[in-house]
């Protein structure tokens, strides 16, 4: 009983009579919110830097804004008395029924997320199997469209299209008609490019030879001009 | 005309080998609002931009093997822009792992006389197709959601009639011949969007038949 109350007499009297180390008087003093800027000056103060690890060097306008601000931001000021205005006029009723719906929600979002149930994992899982988000015969489908033109039509025109129609866009003829260009690789010859090549009649399958012979020879380095 | 891979070619001058990573995937029309959701907030933060395009493929036939393809594609949308004509090669068959059908790319703008161009040159259009819809972009990877439809009459890109009820989706990348980084990003991409839409790599050689 006797160390007891010596116990407590001596924290009581510490209490009251509590002596700040250094280390804690340096805290009280920043931490006070009745700090009242005496001098600003552009010049760097280096205790000031010491007692702030090096964050404040220099105790001058720029950083009154910031660190000696005690009101809001101006848009934040303004957020807050549109909120309060919206506040005041629901009234008290409405506002705690608010209240209790917020809570409600929260309480059994916090529920779900904390008590992860099994049952709860496979009635989603058979959600997303009755809803497939994908056709893989429709992937099939269009890769093969896009890789080699399945499904699109080709463009095979049913009588001869004459070479004279430079000016009508693409022209619809179909695919084997230059049987008769030759291309050949490079051997030294100087590269001949020849006229136009003439689209044939495809009356049948069968090639149908024509007089125009085009030598369409690919450049290559060796039939540069300028050897080196 | 099969040319070699392109990854184990040299690179000897002019412009490095540009690869292009792709990964396919479509979603059904009534799902496409939750995945344009999705992916507005996983790529990069753009105004959403959509596009209206017209390609047309090209192809050359010689007399041996494979036609020599060509993609045309200009914007509808913005019609005084220049048209983007594109090669595509065989798709890389080394690498059983990875992820993403990697195939050369070659890449050009051209002027407005490209059709007259290459039917001087002596391609021959083999289809042609417009794609609208949306276009998003994370770091490398561009992400295309678009809707494709048919041209009924050629050249009139009004009449159109759209090929079936999904869109589709595709993640791409381009990367210089050998660095192999983007495969990844766009694998852990693909991963996010699941189980939305499965990002697949979809062989196109193996469509055909």
Redesign the interface.
């Known amino acids: 009983m006797a160390v007891g109350s010596g116990q407590l007499r001596s924290a009581l009297w510490s209490a009251e009579h509590h002596q700040q180390t250094a280390q804690e008087r340096e805290d009280a003093v920043l931490s006070q919110p009745s700090n009242i800027p005496l001098l600003l000056s552009p010049d760097r103060d280096e205790d000031l830097a010491k007692l702030t690890e090096q964050r404040v060097p220099v105790f001058s306008h720029e950083i009154v804004p910031d660190y000696l601000r005690t009101k809001p931001d101006p848009e934040v000021e303004e957020q807050e008395k549109q909120l309060s205005v919206e506040a005041a006029r629901i009234g008290p009723e409405v506002a705690q029924k608010q209240i209790q719906t917020l809570n409600k929600l929260c309480s059994n979002l916090l529920e779900k997320l904390n008590n992860p149930r099994d049952d709860r994992d496979s009635e989603s899982a058979a959600i997303r199997q009755s809803k497939p988000s994908f056709n893989p015969a429709d992937t099939n489908a269009l890769v093969g469209a896009v890789a080699f033109g399945k499904g699109l039509s080709k463009c095979r025109p049913p009588g001869p299209v004459a070479p004279g129609h430079p000016g009508q866009g693409p022209m619809m003829s179909g695919g084997p008609t230059l049987q008769q260009v030759t291309i050949g690789g490079g051997s030294g010859q100087q590269a001949g490019m020849g006229g136009p090549v003439a689209p044939q009649q495809q009356g049948q399958p069968g090639k149908i030879p024509s007089s125009i012979k085009t030598n369409i020879k690919s450049a290559s380095g060796s039939m540069h001009p300028y050897n080196r | 005309m099969e040319a070699p891979p392109v990854t184990s070619m040299p690179v000897t001058g002019g412009a490095v080998n540009m690869m292009e990573y792709l990964l ?5 029309d ?2 496409l609002e ?2 344009l959701h999705r992916l507005r907030g996983l790529c990069d933060n753009m105004d959403p931009e959509t596009f209206t395009d017209h390609e ?2 090209y ?5 041996q093997g494979n ?1 020599f393809i060509l993609r045309a594609r200009r914007s509808l949308s913005h019609p005084t822009s220049p048209w983007h004509l594109r090669y595509l090669g065989q798709p890389e068959v080394g690498d059983k792992s990875r992820h993403a059908l990697v195939r050369n790319c070659v890449d050009v703008a051209a002027s407005h006389s490209l ?2 161009f ?3 040159m ?1 391609f ?6 417009t794609a609208n819809g949306h276009i998003f972009r994370k770091g490398v990877m561009k992400i295309v959601v678009s809707k ?1 439809s ?3 009459v ?2 009139n890109t009004e009449n159109t009639e759209r ?4 869109y ?1 989706v595709e993640l791409s990348g381009l990367a210089p011949a050998g660095q192999d980084t983007v495969s990844e990003d766009m694998r852990s991409f693909a991963e996010q969007l699941k ?4 990002l697949e790599k ?1 062989d ?1 050689s193996k ?2 038949h």
């Open positions: 396919q995937g479509s979603v059904l009534q799902a939750s995945l047309l493929v192809l050359l036939k010689g007399q036609p059709p007259e290459l039917n001087e002596g021959r259009m083999d289809h042609e197709f494709l048919r041209i009924l050629p050249g090929l079936s009820l999904s589709l189980p939305l839409v499965h979809i196109p469509q055909r």
